[in-house]
């Protein structure tokens, strides 16, 4: 089935993916992005994106501001969308 890969969204690009695929980009993806964001950016990813939690909710567990959590998840989400391009394209 050809699904648009999410964090690809807005690139147009289309693939063949079953969802063990899909796992295995987003896994190759993250760790390839991981290294360039601090430990902190990485925990509020995950709290809003992967895990769902409210932006707010993660700022305050956090300590930091909700604009800060809405920036380090902007950032990481493009520097996986970039990855997951290049990946995708076979650049990597």
């Given at each position: 089935?050809?699904?648009?890969?999410?964090?690809?969204?807005?690139?147009?690009?289309?693939?063949e993916?079953?969802?063990?695929?899909?796992?295995?980009?987003?896994?190759?993806?993250?760790?390839?992005?991981?290294?360039?964001?601090?430990e902190?950016?990485?925990?509020?990813f995950?709290?809003?994106?992967?895990?769902?939690?409210?932006?707010?909710?993660?700022?305050?567990?956090?300590?930091?501001?909700?604009?800060?959590?809405?920036?380090?998840?902007?950032?990481?989400?493009?520097?996986?969308?970039?990855?997951?391009?290049?990946?995708?394209?076979?650049?990597?």
């Amino acid at each position: 089935v050809a699904v648009v890969v999410p964090f690809v969204h807005g690139t147009g690009l289309k693939h063949e993916i079953t969802p063990e695929d899909y796992a295995r980009l987003y896994i190759q993806v993250k760790r390839a992005v991981r290294k360039r964001f601090r430990e902190a950016g990485w925990r509020a990813f995950e709290s809003v994106y992967e895990q769902g939690i409210d932006t707010r909710e993660t700022a305050a567990a956090m300590g930091i501001s909700a604009n800060s959590v809405y920036i380090y998840g902007c950032r990481i989400f493009s520097a996986m969308r970039e990855e997951a391009q290049r990946v995708l394209a076979g650049e990597a």
